[in-house]
């Protein structure tokens, strides 16, 4: 099984601050990354599949980048909405998997 | 517009078994992967199963023999089936689809269910 980790756990941001989180995972995956934000008490949304491909309707401050086992989901510019907890997740094998999340405060 | 919305969660006694439904639209389920993901209470999300455009179905080993996945192409719905439920099967349960493999496109508002006597 891919072991996906994150880091930070928790981050608490000022707005308008640059956020960076990290997922690794513990082989090579290629580009099969997903990222995910998750707002308090609602279902997750896609942000960003394939490392590095926006999904359709999603701001432009959040991107990602990275490859084979270590990626990278930045938002440039956190915005008071983007308070959340932001999964990492591999599509590369089965079973798929989750990374164990990062929470995102506003201060 | 795409919609997935859950149903058949609830409260049920360890041991028992639940069938939980997604029906889907805006999208067709035969030509989507479509996949259940859980979240127990206050903890991350686990992948439970997929289907794909082809058929091929996949579990957690955590659910492995005692869930099922399928799908209706004429309701154009999935169903998770699942037995022999567990305490630690006490989550909300997404319903999620994707186009180009199972990377959870659009996901539904979630059905909770609880395994407890």
């Known amino acids: 099984e891919i072991v996906l980790t994150q880091s930070p756990e928790f981050q608490s941001v000022t707005p308008k601050e640059k956020v960076t989180i990290t997922c690794r995972a513990s082989?090579?995956?290629?580009?099969?990354l997903h990222w995910y934000q998750q707002r308090p008490d609602q279902s997750p949304k896609l942000l960003i599949k394939y490392a590095s491909q926006s999904f359709s309707g999603v701001p432009s401050r959040f991107s990602g980048s990275g490859s084979g086992t270590h990626f990278t989901l930045t938002i440039n510019g956190l915005e008071p909405e983007d308070a959340a907890t932001y999964y990492c997740h591999q599509s590369y094998t089965y079973p798929l998997t989750f990374g164990g999340g990062t929470k995102v405060e506003i201060k | 517009e795409v919609h997935l919305v859950e149903s058949g969660g609830g409260l049920i006694q360890p041991g028992g078994s639940l069938r939980l439904s997604c029906a889907a639209s805006g999208l067709s389920v035969s030509s989507q992967y479509m996949s259940w993901v859980r979240q127990a209470p206050g903890k991350g999300l686990e992948w439970v199963s997929v289907i794909s455009s082809g058929g091929d179905r996949y579990y957690a080993a955590s659910v492995k023999g005692r869930f099922a996945i399928s799908r209706d192409n004429s309701k154009n719905t999935v169903d998770l089936q699942m037995n022999s439920l567990r305490g630690e099967d006490t989550a909300i349960y997404y319903c999620?689809?994707?186009?180009?493999?199972?990377?959870?496109?659009?996901w539904g508002q979630g059905t909770l269910v609880t395994v407890s006597s």
């Open positions: 082989q090579s995956i290629g580009s099969s």
């Open positions: 999620a689809a994707s186009t180009v493999g199972p990377s959870g496109d659009y």
